[in-house]
Structures are given as C-alpha cells and as structure tokens.
C-alpha cells in the first residue's frame, strides 16, 4: 500500500479529524499550555528552584531541547500521522494520578519530593496529548525526544544525597590513586587529604555533580545522534558516568597540588569557583577517542562486504 494511501487509512480508522501536520501542533501546544496552566503553582515552584539551585540549573532547558529534537527530526517522526486514543488514555489516566498524589499525600513529603511528583505527572500528561494529536507511529518514533523529557524531572531528596555521596566517594577514590602515583605524601582520612601544606575535604560542594550531570546529558545527545547501535550508545553513556568521577578527582588534585606548591589561593580562587567549565572540557576531550573508535567500528559494520 502506497505511503500516502496508509496515512489516509490510519487517520479514518483511528483518529478524529484533526487536520494537518500543523493544525495537530497547534492543537498540541495548546493542550501544553492548557496542562501548564493547570499545574501553574508547581511550574512556577519548578522554574523558580531550577533557576535558584545550581546543581538543578539545566532542568528549564530539557524541554527546550525536547522541542529542538522533534524538530530536528520531524520528517521521520511525523511521517504518518494518527491518533492513539489507548495510549492517550493510560499516559493521561497516569500523570492525572500521580498529580492527585502529589496534592493529597505531597503534604507529607519535601517540597522538592513533591515537585519531582507533579512534574513526571505533568510531563506523562504532555505524552498523553502527543499520542492523541499525533498517533502510534509519531509515539514510537519520538521515543528517544519523550524519554530524554524525563531528564526534566527534579531529582528527588534521596536519590539526590545518595548520587552526591558516591560523587563525593568516587572522587576522592580517584584523588588518592593520582595522589599515590604523584609522589606527593598524603594522609587520607576518609574524605579529607592532609598535605604538608593543606588539608583539603571533598566536600559535597565538591562533588561536582552539576558538571557532572551536563557532561552525562551530552553523552546522551551525542549517542543518539552519532551511533546507531544501542549497546554502543551504553558503552558512551557508561563512559560518561565514569568520565564524570573521573574529570572531579583530576580537578581536586590539580587544585590542591597548585595550593600545596604554588599559592593557597587556588583552593578560593576563580580556577576554583569558575574552573569547572575547564575539567567539563577536559571530560569531554576524554570521550572523543571513544566517540571515534565506536563510529569508525560501527561503519565498517555497516559497510557492504
């Protein structure tokens, strides 16, 4: 059956008549705005602690990114279009539970449990409305777009403490292996290293975990734009979660090697407090030979015999 011919199909079988491709995006964005006005409080709560906290500062951009990735990929995502009113109904059934949850029991919990809470319910809303407006075949196309949405969602307070704490732990594991293979005598002490001129803690504000999680998103993005096979995707994203401990132990022993044997003032000054833009690309130069040898050995498979 001809392209042009099934889309025709899908549409009188399954869906209303919802028009073009743009009249449907329309209608979605709608649908998105109606939703947010619906849980305003919990945006604005969202928007407010995304731009207040620095380890949630990329939380606003994820549905900006969202949106740039259905765009990009609009041709395939679209290509035929319909309207799953089964998968609308359970997405919509969901995110509509858990924002009641989120208002009767989120009393109870922390106001950061809580957001988390209402934002997966607000974001399985938006995917309700996508399977309704635009059907199946746009669904499963937009699986990498729809997933990559979820990176929106607040971290809640005990999957925050514990990613922090293995940060932290991760870190000061690598600081003292690049200590022990400098020569330079240190005394460990649990997360404190005593040098002959400072002492230094791997502190939370150490952990590096807003670098951290850019680093890993952009492993993600770049995964899925330049390899086509999905256990050479998790190979990069693995190696982007090492990447990100890894990059944090080399800038605590550069610093506190530049405070022991030049100035003290590197452990306050700006390479300390702005310096983490410099090891962000150093973790990313870490990634690029990997990034090449599994796109070099993903077109020789591909290649005709």
């Given at each position: 059956?001809?392209?042009?011919?099934?889309?025709?199909?899908?549409?009188?079988?399954?869906?209303?008549?919802?028009?073009?491709?743009?009249?449907?995006?329309?209608?979605?964005?709608?649908?998105?705005?109606?939703?947010?006005?619906?849980?305003?409080?919990?945006?604005?709560?969202?928007?407010?602690?995304?731009?207040?906290?620095?380890?949630?500062?990329?939380?606003?951009?994820?549905?900006?990114?969202?949106?740039?990735?259905?765009?990009?990929?609009?041709?395939?995502?679209?290509?035929?279009?319909?309207?799953?009113?089964?998968?609308?109904?359970?997405?919509?059934?969901?995110?509509?539970?858990?924002a009641l949850l989120g208002f009767f029991a989120g009393r109870h919990w922390s106001a950061l449990n809580q957001l988390s809470v209402y934002v997966l319910?607000?974001?399985?809303?938006?995917?309700?409305?996508?399977?309704?407006?635009?059907?199946?075949?746009?669904?499963?196309?937009?699986?990498?777009?729809?997933?990559?949405?979820?990176?929106?969602?607040?971290?809640?307070?005990?999957?925050?403490?514990?990613?922090?704490?293995?940060?932290?732990?991760?870190?000061?594991?690598?600081?003292?292996?690049?200590?022990?293979?400098?020569?330079?005598?240190?005394?460990?002490?649990?997360?404190?290293?005593?040098?002959?001129?400072?002492?230094?803690?791997?502190?939370?504000?150490?952990?590096?975990?807003?670098?951290?999680?850019?680093?890993?998103?952009?492993?993600?993005?770049?995964?899925?734009?330049?390899?086509?096979?999905?256990?050479?995707?998790?190979?990069?994203?693995?190696?982007?979660?090492?990447?990100?401990i890894l990059k944090n132990g080399i800038r605590i022993v550069t610093l506190t090697l530049l405070a022991s044997y030049v100035d003290p003032a590197f452990?306050?000054?700006?390479?300390?407090?702005?310096?983490?833009?410099?090891?962000?690309?150093?973790?990313?130069?870490?990634?690029?030979?990997?990034?090449?040898?599994?796109?070099?050995?993903?077109?020789?498979?591909?290649?005709?015999?």
């Open positions: 059956m001809p392209p042009q011919t099934l889309q025709t199909t899908l549409q009188s079988e399954n869906s209303p008549p919802l028009g073009s491709l743009s009249q449907r995006v329309l209608f979605y964005v709608g649908w998105i705005i109606v939703t947010g006005l619906i849980f305003l409080h919990p945006v604005t709560a969202f928007v407010t602690y995304s731009l207040a906290n620095d380890n949630a500062s990329h939380l606003v951009l994820i549905p900006l990114i969202t949106a740039w990735l259905l765009y990009l990929e609009r041709d395939r995502i679209f290509k035929l279009l319909a309207s799953d009113r089964r998968s609308a109904s359970l997405f919509f059934a969901t995110g509509s539970a858990l319910g607000l974001i399985l809303l938006w995917i309700a409305g996508f399977a309704f407006f635009f059907g199946r075949p746009a669904l499963q196309g937009a699986r990498f777009p729809l997933s990559f949405l979820l990176l929106t969602i607040p971290i809640p307070d005990v999957l925050l403490d514990k990613s922090i704490y293995l940060l932290q732990k991760g870190s000061a594991e690598i600081a003292a292996v690049l200590f022990d293979w400098s020569g330079v005598p240190v005394l460990r002490d649990g997360f404190v290293f005593h040098l002959a001129h400072v002492n230094i803690e791997v502190a939370r504000e150490c952990s590096g975990i807003r670098s951290s999680l850019a680093l890993l998103i952009l492993a993600i993005l770049v995964a899925h734009f330049y390899l086509d096979t999905f256990w050479k995707q998790a190979v990069l994203v693995i190696a982007g979660l090492f990447v990100m452990l306050y000054g700006r390479l300390h407090r702005q310096g983490g833009v410099v090891f962000f690309l150093l973790g990313l130069l870490m990634l690029a030979p990997l990034l090449w040898f599994l796109g070099r050995s993903e077109a020789k498979e591909i290649a005709p015999g």
